[in-house]
């Protein structure tokens, strides 16, 4: 699977994005999906998965409530939704895909396919 971010860019805050991920690959169904994201000197962290089917999603604590995940199979698209965002929200994002589908997997180590990564800055 190859993945393809887009959609970050340069928000004020309590501004809203929406960043989409293309997955090129026959199994993008059968894939849990996740986003991640690293804001500079900081280890990348787990924002939001969902899981193969579409049914399940978890997020962060920190984005719980401002940030929605979802996935359209037919189009082989994953799309993270950005409302009220903050400063500390200023990262690249990364879009990932486990091949065994679940929405448990909030580790980057679970995860066997990465996306390049869209810079998303929020200024106050």
């Known amino acids: 699977v190859q993945l393809q971010a887009s959609g970050g860019g340069l928000v004020q805050a309590g501004g809203s994005l929406r960043l989409s991920c293309a997955a090129s690959?026959?199994?993008?169904?059968?894939?849990?999906m996740a986003w991640f994201r690293q804001a500079p000197g900081k280890e990348r962290e787990f924002v939001a998965v969902i899981s193969w089917s579409g049914t399940r999603t978890y997020y962060a604590d920190s984005v719980k409530g401002r940030f929605t995940i979802s996935r359209d199979n037919a189009k082989d698209t994953v799309h993270l939704q950005m409302n009220s965002l903050k400063p500390e929200d200023t990262a690249v994002y990364y879009c990932?895909?486990?091949?065994?589908?679940?929405?448990?997997?909030?580790?980057?180590?679970?995860?066997?396919?990465w996306g390049q990564g869209t810079q998303v800055t929020v200024s106050s």
């Open positions: 990932a895909a486990d091949r065994y589908g679940r929405s448990s997997a909030r580790a980057a180590g679970d995860y066997e396919y």
């Open positions: 690959g026959r199994t993008f169904s059968t894939y849990g």
